[in-house]
């Protein structure tokens, strides 16, 4: 479903469910001023044109023992077809990368990289990323403060040029 054919109410219910997406049908409903049938259909479309993907528990990784966050660059020596396949496939495998991006700039590619501590991010490092197929530059950006997590889609601003 593009996105000129949500509506506001789609937007709505878009923005709530970023919002908690623990709310029930019956109080997501009374939000957006819809009974609740009419609103789980809306819901249900949305999930199955895959504009809604999932419903994930957010964690708090020290929390969990991940203290360290650091943004991997990667350059690759060719941008070959084959190589970027195999470095993306290997990439995607790896339970530390939270998020990967295939980026312009000084990198090819940019990581998000978890892990419990500096000797942790050690051995990642030099026993896997430096590993992966045709790596050719690592650049390790550590985080020291979170300002921002896990924001939320600005939908208002998704029709404005």
Do not use: A
């Given at each position: 479903m593009p996105s000129d054919q949500l509506d506001a109410t789609d937007r709505l219910i878009l923005a709530l469910l970023q919002g908690d997406a623990r709310l029930t049908n019956v109080e997501l409903a009374e939000?957006?001023?819809?009974s609740p049938s009419p609103c789980l259909r809306r819901v249900?479309?949305?999930e199955a044109s895959g504009i809604i993907r999932g419903y994930h528990a957010e964690l708090d990784r020290r929390s969990v023992g991940l203290e360290l966050t650091v943004f991997v660059g990667i350059k690759v020596e060719r941008?070959?077809?084959e190589q970027a396949n195999a470095f993306r496939e290997a990439v995607v495998k790896l339970p530390e990368v939270v998020t990967a991006h295939l980026v312009s700039g000084e990198s090819d590619f940019l990581l998000q990289v978890v892990v419990p501590s500096l000797a942790a991010y050690e051995a990642f490092l030099t026993g896997t990323l430096l590993r992966l197929p045709g790596v050719s530059d690592i650049r390790s950006n550590f985080a020291i403060q979170p300002v921002k997590e896990y924001g939320t889609l600005p939908l208002d601003n998704s029709n404005k040029a």
């Open positions: 939000k957006v001023n819809l249900r479309r949305l941008h070959h077809e």
